[in-house]
C-alpha cells in the first residue's frame, strides 16, 4: 500500500482536493499505469498490479465521499479482468523426493509448508502457542512478514488446519530441538534452501 501510494498515486493525486478528481482522471490514470516502465525493461504493470494499486485511491476517495457527501469518480469503474494462472503443483511423489533429499534441517519445515497450504508469513510466523498436539490443530493466528510479526492477512486467514499424521510428526520432531515460543524454523533461514 505504501509502494502504491507514495509511488503511483500521490506523484499524480497528492495535491488535489478529493472532491474534485473526476471519474476521467481516474480512468486516466489507470490507463497510465499500463505505460509504467518496468525493472525488466518492459512496459506497463500488470492488470493485476494496477488493481492493487487502484485499491488504496478507491478507498480513499469513497470513503470521502461518504463522509462529505459528494459522489465518487470510483462509481461504476470495475477493476481489470486477470487472467487466471495455471497451478502446476508438485505431485506428491515430487514432493517426497525433494522432503527426503532436502538438508535435514529443512524436513520439518518442507512438510509442514507442503501438508498444510500455509502462506509462508503464516510458517515463519507460527508459535508454539498455535500448535495444539492434544487436538491435532494448527491455530493460524499471526504471520511473520517484511521481518516483523503480525497478525494474519485477513479475517478468513485466521483459522484451525487439522494436522495430517506426517504435519504432526514432522512438528512433535520439531518441537524436540526448538524452544518453547520459537518459529517452526530455526537455524537457517528459507531462503538459505538452496545452499
Given amino acids: 500500500l505504501r ?39 518492459s512496459s506497463g504493470l500488470s492488470p493485476s498490479r494496477i488493481n492493487h494499486v487502484m485499491v488504496p485511491l478507491r478507498s480513499i476517495v469513497n470513503e470521502a465521499a461518504e463522509r462529505y457527501d459528494f459522489s465518487s469518480p470510483f462509481k461504476n469503474i470495475k477493476p481489470l479482468k486477470v487472467a487466471r494462472t495455471d497451478v502446476d503443483p508438485f505431485t506428491l511423489e515430487e514432493v517426497r523426493k525433494l522432503v527426503e533429499h532436502v538438508r535435514p534441517d529443512y524436513k520439518n519445515y518442507l512438510t509442514v509448508r507442503f501438508f498444510t497450504g500455509m502462506r509462508t508469513g503464516e510458517v515463519h510466523g507460527l508459535k508454539w502457542k498455535h500448535v495444539d498436539f492434544e487436538n491435532r490443530q494448527i491455530l493460524v493466528r499471526e504471520s511473520f512478514v517484511a521481518g516483523k510479526q503480525t497478525t494474519t492477512k485477513t479475517d478468513g486467514s485466521t483459522r484451525e488446519i487439522q494436522m495430517s499424521q506426517p504435519v504432526f510428526n514432522a512438528l512433535k520432531q520439531q518441537s524436540k530441538v526448538t524452544c518453547d515460543i520459537c518459529l517452526l524454523y530455526t537455524s537457517p533461514s528459507p531462503r538459505d534452501l538452496s545452499t
Avoid: C, W, Y
Fill in 3 to 41: 509502494t502504491s501510494l507514495d509511488k503511483h498515486i500521490a506523484p499524480v493525486f497528492g495535491e488535489d482536493q478529493l472532491d474534485e478528481i473526476t471519474k476521467s482522471e481516474v480512468l486516466s490514470f489507470r490507463a497510465n499505469l499500463a505505460k509504467v516502465p518496468r525493472k525488466d525493461g
